[in-house]
């Protein structure tokens, strides 16, 4: 079974650029999840999708970021405009659906922001 | 907002040893616990999952639950090398939209010495 694919695996931008992530979620998997993590500090959830509906949101910096997930299966994920302090690694993962049932992380995609 | 708290690290144990990891939780709603590994530099990956008070087991790990201290803990026996990682605990509270959420702690890094 094909794992979590997340591309690209590193990028390094500008303050005020903007950015990218993209997310291939294991397939028949409904969930999806976008996390935030800061190195030493454990990954912070910033948009929930439960097919192709966004289920939650509310840390996400909306002023800044936005993510969708067409057709309920890849999603996106984009920075516009970047900050310092988004430098950080974006974990995606996916679980068949919501509730007790574990997720499954990608490789992440590590910013870096200067 | 839901806090989930882990013994500060970094943990260093002699091969052979038993690693003690220990977790608290601030909402008693909630219901889903999992333990994940990180290794630096890569995603986290699921070594445990526990839903019920008690303990549980799989090979060298064993996964403990106790709601009414609101406590869990993952213990790895026989400590190896290969273990030096950072263990992450997450949990997850299934209340409206917060289903499947979930909310991880800062880890702990252990190192296991030859």
């Known amino acids: 079974e094909a794992g979590v694919a997340q591309s690209p695996r590193y990028k390094i931008i500008e303050k005020r650029q903007s950015v990218a992530f993209w997310c291939n979620p294991i397939?028949?998997?409904?969930?999806l999840y976008w996390y935030q993590q800061i190195l030493g500090q454990g990954p912070k959830l910033l948009i929930q999708?439960?097919?192709?509906?966004?289920?939650?949101d509310s840390q996400l910096p909306k002023d800044r970021f936005s993510a969708e997930r067409l057709k309920g299966v890849d999603s996106t994920l984009k920075i516009q405009p970047a900050k310092l302090e988004d430098s950080a690694v974006y974990l995606c993962?996916?679980?068949?659906?919501?509730?007790?049932?574990?997720?499954?992380f990608g490789q992440g995609t590590r910013l870096t922001v200067v | 907002q839901k806090e989930v708290e882990q013994n500060s690290g970094p943990l260093s144990v002699p091969e052979g040893a038993i690693a003690s990891l220990n977790c608290t939780y601030s909402d008693r709603g909630s219901q889903s616990f999992f333990w994940y590994r990180q290794y630096s530099g890569k995603s986290p990956e699921l070594i445990m999952s526990?839903?019920?008070?008690g303990d549980k087991e799989d090979g060298r790990f064993t996964a403990q639950l106790n709601k009414a201290s609101q406590y869990v803990s993952l213990l790895i026996r026989d400590s190896q090398p290969s273990d030096s990682a950072t263990y992450l605990c997450?949990?997850?509270?299934?209340?409206?939209?917060?289903?499947?959420?979930?909310?991880f702690g800062r880890g702990t890094q252990l190192t296991v010495w030859p």
């Open positions: 526990i839903y019920s008070n």
């Open positions: 999708f439960q097919n192709n509906g966004v289920v939650d």
């Open positions: 397939s028949g998997h409904a969930t």
């Open positions: 993962a996916s679980s068949p659906v919501g509730g007790n049932t574990e997720a499954f």
């Open positions: 997450a949990v997850t509270v299934d209340r409206g939209s917060t289903l499947g959420r979930l909310y």
